[in-house]
């Protein structure tokens, strides 16, 4: 049994321009101790998506306006603002995309991951406080101590990246959300980001959403993927078949993009077009005007999903 089960969610924004179907029938679920991998272009929901679960988007103009979000048989879409307090942190915990927005730069970092400790469970402030220490310590900052003590902006980029992990970890949720851990970071204190989520994974049975536009990350870290397109599942499955054998025309554009290590034959190739203006969404198939395979059907008519043993794919290609 899945521990998060998410149904047809839609997410609509609602601007004095129109509306912007930012999540339109999107579903999966997560399994205990596994990672899933949610992958594509700006634009695509991805970041709506996991923000919806825990109803963190600003409503108006956001509006959750259908599904489901099952957490242990509890609906979270369902539940009230008093109710998902108990939830965010304790069972589901978010690291944000940027840390310098999301750490508040009046208290110190040892104090933040304090009070979220202490929301969620009976200790007093100095015993928060040390436990706010260890869990410095145990996302490998030196000197915790001394960092506990620190604000955000005297901390680097990739030390706020783990302080965001620490605080999301305090409580030992249930479900990781990651959403772009490794953005702005260099090379090596990204795979220094994604070494310690998968540690802590396998230390502490956390299942992990990790939101990403990096093909090569979710290789390397999920069990399984979703592919986005503006604001719709196009492909999703096992992360070896689906990559080893891609079927939609997007997913196997951008695994084209990817640099691959073996001469200049296999030098990375570009994705043509943009996503279009969410607002001006194309007819039928939305990723149909840059396709390379299209069909006459695929501008008229909005394809069904196809499963071919676990994996399934939304393509007229298939049907």
Known sequence: MALLSVRNLRTYFHLHMGTVKAVDGISFDLEAGKTLGIVGESGSGKTVTCLSLLKLIPMPPAEIVGGQAYLEGRDLLSLSEKE?????????AMIFQEPM????????????????????????????????????????IPLPRLRAKSYPH?????????????????CRPKILIADEPSTALDVTIQAQILRLIHELKSRTGTSVILVTHNMGVITATADEVMVLYLGKMVEKGEVYAL???????????LLDCILKPSG????????????????????????HPRCPKRKTL??????????????????????
């Open 84 to 92: 998902l307090r108990g939830i965010r942190g304790r069972k589901m």
């Open 243 to 253: 990559f080893n054998q891609p079927r939609h025309p997007y997913t196997q554009g």
């Open 101 to 140: 927005t999301a750490l508040n730069p009046l208290y110190t970092v040892g104090e933040q991951i304090a009070e979220t400790i202490r929301h969620h469970q009976a200790v007093t402030r100095a015993e928060a406080f040390e436990m706010a220490v260890e869990m410095l310590a145990a996302v490998s």
């Open 154 to 170: 005297q901390l680097s980029g990739g030390m706020k990246q783990r302080v965001m992990i620490a605080l999301a970890m305090s």
């Open 264 to 287: 200049r034959r296999n030098l990375p190739k570009i994705l043509p077009g943009f996503i279009p203006h969410p607002i001006n969404r194309p007819s039928g198939c939305p990723f």
């Open 298 to 319: 695929c501008a008229v008519e909005e394809p069904p999903v196809v499963r071919d043993g676990r994996q399934e794919t939304v393509c007229w290609l298939y049907v």
